[in-house]
């Protein structure tokens, strides 16, 4: 089987936010090293490596292109020149307060307000880089077609291999996976009070787009390489 690559936003290494992001996921996306996860009150260790284990893989981030193999003829280098071409024609943009929001049953960190110039960024991604994109795979079409899409979703799926883009794009950095509500409010009193002095201390900005890549099936995503936008 061959990589599947994806674009991504994650904040710079040295970042707060990804400091942050990666102990609660409890991996470094760099070299796939266990990183220790926070104590928490009301979490037990057990219970936070549990429902963190989803997130996990994909390391601290938001999507931008999703998952996906490269056509025949191309390769890594030339996604990544093309990547390079692309983070040089976008302009860096305020996230602004990112809050904890419930999406359907995962957590996330989402922009209170998204930035203009959001969905034009996310769709150029998606639509810039869409001819290196191989189609799914049937099983992995048939795993998105179970999912409950509706009339604009599965036109997305099929002409993108990804049903949440363009309009119905959502920037969002997951924290865990499926929890119940009385979870997720302790998940949301642990992680409240960080956002919020990360807010306040750091405002997050999307300056980059960062490669990762599966390079063989389950295998956890690597961060491979940042390239920033041009202010």
Not at 64 to 84: C, I, M, N, W, Y
Request: hydrophobic letters at 40%.
């Amino acid at each position: 089987m061959s990589p599947r690559y994806a674009v991504y936003f994650a904040p710079g290494k040295h970042s707060p936010w990804r400091t942050f992001g990666a102990h609660w996921l409890g991996r470094d996306e760099y070299d796939n090293t266990a990183l220790a996860q926070p104590r928490l009150a009301g979490i037990s260790p057990e219970a936070l490596a549990s429902i963190t284990q989803e997130p996990r893989r994909y390391g601290f981030h938001a999507t931008l292109k999703a998952p996906f193999r490269l056509t025949p003829g191309h390769d890594e280098q030339a996604l990544v020149s093309r990547l390079k071409t692309l983070a040089h024609s976008l302009k860096p943009l305020p996230l602004g307060p990112l809050r904890l929001a419930a999406l359907d049953s995962f957590m996330a960190l989402t922009p209170d307000t998204p930035p203009a110039g959001l969905s034009a960024l996310a769709a150029a991604c998606v639509q810039e880089l869409d001819d290196l994109r191989a189609p799914l795979l049937q099983a992995e079409l048939a795993r998105r077609r179970a999912e409950p899409l509706d009339a604009r979703e599965a036109e997305l799926l099929a002409c993108y291999g990804y049903p949440h883009v363009m309009e119905r794009f959502r920037l969002h950095m997951t924290l865990t996976g499926p929890v119940e509500p009385s979870m997720a409010q302790r998940v949301s009193d642990a992680v409240t009070p960080v956002t919020c002095r990360l807010n306040a201390e750091s405002p997050l900005w999307l300056d980059q787009l960062c490669l990762f890549v599966e390079r063989t099936p389950g295998a956890p995503f690597l961060r491979l390489i940042d390239l920033k936008l041009q202010p």
